[in-house]
């Protein structure tokens, strides 16, 4: 055990008791609760292999149980996380992985784009396929990473549905952006979905991802906080920023014109232990960065 972690298993008594009245009064507000009725085609873009986890699995089970078809495209290989697996043996396993939560969330299809683990970008191969999948698709609601994030790939694919839906003539659905490494301020969420029934479900998924070395509490912590976002507060909910199309355009293109570092500004939110650290590191900057661009 290193220093650092036998710190952090003293303090934890006292950390996660904190955590938790700390972040319940920051996640109060009185938001109506969403249906996700009529939505019968969902597309989710997924960077990486475990963000459709993440971010909105209880959710996107939620579609299903709702009888909605959801299609999941991985934009990366998956062969940059971090593991003991040699990078062939990991992108096979990640995908292998996939397979069991397709069952689990309810996954019409999935489909890879395969590029590099840290490749994401807007060329114009990359557009154009993702326009052929969202022509093929024909979605209700785009599901996709959000611009502010800690990772580059999560920005990148932002950046490259704005891009692809420059180029589309007609799109009438809506983009919900989902949180990843960094969380949203409560006063930005405008879509809430009560996932009580289906958080056993993500918790689930997330026990399949045993290729990579990462930790996932301090994700399904912050599910069970934003419960308190609804009127009448929930066990467990996932929360979204909802954009139409044109919104979410300015909202990409506004913050790619600041050339912004989001790793070195922002840390992940994956650990229960850190989350206080995470979610308020540069907390004015992140909300100036929301109120700027939408």
């Known amino acids: 055990m290193s220093k650092k972690e036998w710190v952090m298993d003293i303090a934890r008594p006292v950390n996660r008791p904190l955590t938790r009245k700390i972040l319940k009064n920051h996640y109060n507000a009185s938001l109506e609760l969403q249906s996700l009725e009529g939505e019968e085609r969902v597309l989710v873009l997924a960077p990486h292999m475990d ?7 209880a959710t996107l089970r939620k579609h299903a149980d709702n009888g909605a078809e959801i299609h999941c495209l991985f934009l990366t290989d998956g062969g940059g996380s971090v593991s003991d697996l040699s990078e062939e043996e990991l992108k096979k396993s990640r995908k292998a992985e996939i397979d069991q939560v397709m069952e689990i969330l309810k996954l019409a299809d999935v489909s890879y784009m395969d590029l590099p683990d840290g490749g994401v970008s807007s060329k114009e191969a990359n557009i ?27 920005t990148a694919t932002a950046q490259l549905l704005a891009d692809t839906l420059k180029q589309l003539d007609r799109f009438d659905g809506v983009v919900r952006m989902y949180e990843i490494n960094c969380a949203f301020p409560p006063d930005f969420i405008n879509y809430l979905v009560d996932t009580s029934d ?6 689930q998924a997330t026990e399949v991802f045993a290729s990579q070395a990462i930790a996932f509490d301090g994700f399904l912590e912050l599910n069970q906080l934003k419960g308190n976002l609804a009127e009448e507060p929930v066990q467990s909910a996932e929360g979204f920023i909802q954009l139409d199309k044109d919104a979410f355009i300015h909202h990409c293109d506004t913050l790619k014109e600041k050339e912004l570092n989001f790793p070195k500004i922002f840390k992940q939110v994956n650990r229960t232990d850190t989350l206080l650290w995470a979610i308020f590191k540069n907390y004015d900057q992140k909300k100036d960065f929301y109120r700027h661009s939408i």
Do not use: M, S
Request: glycine share 8%.
């Open 198 to 203: 289906q958080y056993g479900k993500k918790v």
């Open 51 to 57: 963000d459709e986890t993440i971010g909105p699995g």
């Open 128 to 154: 154009q396929y993702l326009k052929r999948k969202i022509e093929e698709v024909n979605p209700d609601v785009i599901y996709t990473t959000p611009y502010v994030d800690a990772h580059t790939d999560h």
